[in-house]
């Protein structure tokens, strides 16, 4: 009977230690397995976005949907060139602070020749790269290979104020000459009434977005900066220079302020969506913001069209957009993939079709009812998104760009520049660069 006792007694201090000591370390033991699931970080390398908010809804919505993945983002600057060697950087020291990346559209060869970027042939298959527009696959793949998944396109294209062209008798115009007469005619009138604006607004500061404007006026005059086909340099060619002295002549200082010259996308956009342009070159983005009215003064008055191009010649319009890349270095590839994957859905593309004027690779979304409503003319300008032109396809790229960027900036800025001698020049330079490489 005494043991008996001595037993019930012993059992219910038994039961408080267990729960004063026991139970809290079963409980640490199930928050630390939480905290576990809940720590695979990955890094994500970006740029500087067009519409910010777009991008803060897709992380949010990754949030919620896969807790057990944090997402540290790094936001580099807007421009391509600048955001460029951000990531080469960091990824030429192997650094564990990238998972994930956008990739411009030129730069697969050189990540996957560099050995930066992950070959993804094993887990984003023929079938699946179908479902994506043919120039976004090639453009992802070296060797055979494939190294990014394609997020958006992009293909320049004119923006006009419709309403002035409206008022003054005119039709979108189909050649570069016709769109100066226009922008004159447009600008002239307009001044009479106290309207001061300007004819033409683009990219023309010396980056990236510069080979892309150039490349452009380039091509429709029947030119080439790189034949694709026989690797030969044509940039000193005549209908080269024949653009370039062009732009020099009647397009910088002349419909467009010379201020164009420091120009990237947003501050070329800021003159089109103020009222103060007529023409305005940029990508599909520039829709919406052009008609949000907490942004744009001009809503409800903008066109869009082909770019223009020269007698003889057809439109051209620069291949852009970017690519999902997973870095070779990272230590998380499942859950980088996973982030991948989700950013390149059908859902995130049609989300920053709907909100950032995004144009999908993904070829049922040309289809889709919410985007054609909110964005027509998508079904006008899809052939533009199909045929746009890529730049070079060589690793050596960003050298290529770099020696281009100079040349063009060079020429002009300077009214009384010798261009044929500085295409000659660069010309040189590039097949030097080539010729030492090929050894």
């Not at 640490?28 to 809940?38: D, V």
């Not at 460029?84 to 192997?94: A, E, F, M």
């Not at 999902?324 to 499942?334: D, H, L, Q």
């Not at 390149?344 to 999908?360: D, F, M, V």
Request: charge should be neutral.
């Amino acid at each position: 009977m005494l043991a008996l006792k001595i037993r019930i007694k012993i059992k219910p201090f038994l039961l408080l230690f267990m729960s004063l000591i026991i139970l809290p370390l079963l409980s640490l033991s199930g928050c630390e397995e939480k905290q576990e699931r809940a720590e695979t970080v990955i890094h994500f390398v970006t740029w500087k976005p067009n519409i910010p908010e777009a991008w803060e809804e897709i992380y949010r919505i990754f949030a919620e949907e896969h807790p057990d993945i944090k997402v540290i983002k790094e936001v580099g600057p807007h421009s391509s060139t600048a955001f460029h060697d951000l990531l080469t950087q960091k990824l030429k020291n192997k650094s564990r602070d990238v998972d994930v990346f956008l990739m411009d559209v030129i730069w697969p060869p050189e990540f996957a020749a560099a050995g930066w970027a992950m070959p993804l042939d094993d887990v984003f298959t023929p079938s699946e790269q179908k479902e994506f527009l043919e120039g976004t696959i090639l453009a992802n793949k070296y060797k055979g290979r494939i190294y990014g998944i394609p997020l958006f396109i992009d293909s320049g294209v004119l923006y006009y104020r419709k309403d002035l062209l409206d008022k003054y008798g005119f039709k979108p115009p189909e050649t570069w000459d016709e769109m100066v007469r226009q922008a004159e005619r447009i600008v002239s009138e307009e001044a009479k009434r106290g309207n001061e604006i300007y004819g033409f607004s683009g990219q023309f500061k010396q980056y990236e977005g510069l080979v892309c404007d150039m490349m452009e006026y380039i091509l429709s005059n029947g030119g080439n900066i790189i034949d694709p086909d026989s690797g030969r340099v044509g940039i000193a060619d005549p209908a080269a220079i024949e653009a370039v002295r062009f732009v020099r002549d009647r397009i910088i200082g002349e419909v467009a302020p010379r201020g164009v010259l420091t120009y990237q996308e947003p501050e070329s956009l800021d003159l089109f969506i103020q009222g103060k342009a007529v023409f305005h070159r940029n990508w599909p983005y520039a829709w919406e913001v052009s008609n949000n009215p907490d942004r744009s003064k001009i809503v409800g008055k903008v066109g869009i069209t082909r770019l223009p191009h020269f007698p003889g010649g057809r439109s051209y319009s620069t291949l852009g957009g970017w690519q999902v890349g997973i870095s070779s270095y990272s230590e998380n590839k499942e859950a980088a993939l996973v982030f991948a994957r989700f950013l390149t859905s059908e859902r995130i593309q049609k989300l920053l079709a709907l909100k950032a004027g995004r144009a999908p690779t993904r070829k049922r979304l040309y289809e889709d009812q919410d985007i054609l409503k909110a964005y027509p003319h998508f079904a006008s300008m899809k052939e533009v998104f199909l045929t746009a032109y890529p730049r070079p396809r060589t690793p050596l790229y960003p050298a290529v760009s770099n020696i281009l960027q100079r040349y063009f900036s060079k020429v002009i800025s300077n009214p009384g520049s010798d261009i044929e001698k500085e295409a000659k020049m660069a010309s040189g330079e590039i097949e030097r660069m080539f010729g030492l490489t090929a050894k």
